[in-house]
């Protein structure tokens, strides 16, 4: 019997951003549950490119591309692309292609969560979509607006491999016995990476943000680290891959993840993958994450941190590993994905 198709389809694919990280996982979930993958993006190294749907695209691609982008797919999983108007045009031919199709609308953020969309419009619906949301507040907002989504939260590998710290350590030229703070997001306004470089140099570390400047925050971001009164590192220690993510945390002596908002924010459960500590921030969702037991210190707090580089307790660290384990298992999401068909009353055999 041939296999379902499914499309995952978004502004970009396969870059080292949450939405795109997260897709890699839900192409790997739809394989368990029986699915071959077609992934479709206006950047970035996909089966089918269609240059419109890219954010900084300066025309939308037609109705009858993106159609044939997606021909053959049962299924259609839109990442993102019609939850933030990020290009507006497109995610309008997007719904427009998938009205009275089976499509999963998979929601990392919505407009009004970020300020400069806060005008803007909820994303669309159609009766043959389901959606789903990566944490409770968004569900919740959603139903507000007359909306129905399901909660799947992102998912992680609990027994990824740790990485190589010495190595690391050496070639981002870190001596031993330096403490190295890691902030392993972008800079962009939100991720706060005044913030982290405020909690290394109260910690005495090294501060290392492992992304790159976007959303036009290089100036900033230079002006930044200029002003900084502890040494400052910026980008991967070797050409990124998403293996080198491992190696970041093991270099690293504590992680830092303090925004204003994160849709989930997954350093705050890679830290406890890799067996770090974490310093987090007050975004709303980190207190959602936060309720299922993790044991985090404030990103504002440098006396505890360094209360803790100066005796670690393993403890804390194993905890919020079988925390993790418990509840952000990689192994569960196809499981989790399986019930939202069964909910939406979608069969696929």
């Known amino acids: 019997m041939a296999r379902p198709a499914a499309a995952i389809v978004s502004f970009r ?38 240059p419109g749907l890219a954010i900084g695209a300066p025309e939308p691609p037609g109705a009858a591309e993106v159609r044939d982008a997606l021909d053959g797919a049962e299924l259609v999983v839109v990442e993102n692309l019609c939850s933030l108007p990020l290009n507006e ?15 999963l609308l998979h929601h990392h953020d ?9 005008g803007y419009p909820p994303p669309p619906d159609d009766p043959s979509w389901a959606h789903v949301t990566v944490n409770e507040r968004s569900a919740r907002e959603l139903a507000r607006v007359g909306m129905e989504a399901s909660v799947v939260r992102n998912a992680f590998d609990v027994d990824a491999p740790g990485g190589d710290r010495d190595r690391t350590r050496r070639a981002l030229g870190v001596e031993a016995g330096v403490r190295l703070v890691l902030q392993p997001t972008r800079a962009i306004p939100r991720k706060n990476v005044a913030g982290g470089i405020a909690l290394a ?32 590192l910026t980008g991967p220690a070797a050409p990124w891959t998403p293996g080198h993510i491992a190696d970041a945390y093991a270099a690293c002596d504590v992680v830092v993840l303090g925004s204003t908002w994160e849709g989930f924010g997954n350093p705050a459960i890679e830290s406890a993958v890799y067996r770090r500590p974490l310093a987090i921030g007050t975004y709303p969702v980190a207190a959602e994450l936060c309720a299922f037991g993790f044991r985090w210190f404030a990103h504002d ?21 079988r925390t993790a384990r418990a509840h952000f298992a990689l192994r569960d999401l196809p499981g989790r994905i399986g019930r939202v068909f069964e909910s939406a009353g979608w069969a696929f055999r």
């Open 201 to 232: 140099e109260a910690v005495g570390a090294t501060f290392w943000l492992l992304g790159p400047a976007e959303d036009g925050y290089g100036p900033e971001l230079e002006r930044l680290l200029a002003r900084a009164r502890t040494p400052c």
């Open 89 to 103: 045009g497109a995610s309008a031919v997007v719904a427009e292609v998938l009205r009275g199709r089976r499509a």
């Open 110 to 118: 919505l407009p009004w969560q970020r300020e400069q969309y806060a």
């Open 301 to 321: 707090d440098p006396a505890s941190v360094s209360a803790f580089l100066d005796a670690p307790e393993e403890s804390l660290l194993e905890h919020n590993h």
């Open 13 to 50: 694919l396969g870059g080292s951003d949450g939405v795109a990280v997260e897709a890699v996982k839900w192409a790997g979930a739809l394989e368990t549950l029986g699915f071959d993958i077609t992934t479709v993006a206006g950047e970035g190294p996909v089966d089918r490119l269609v």
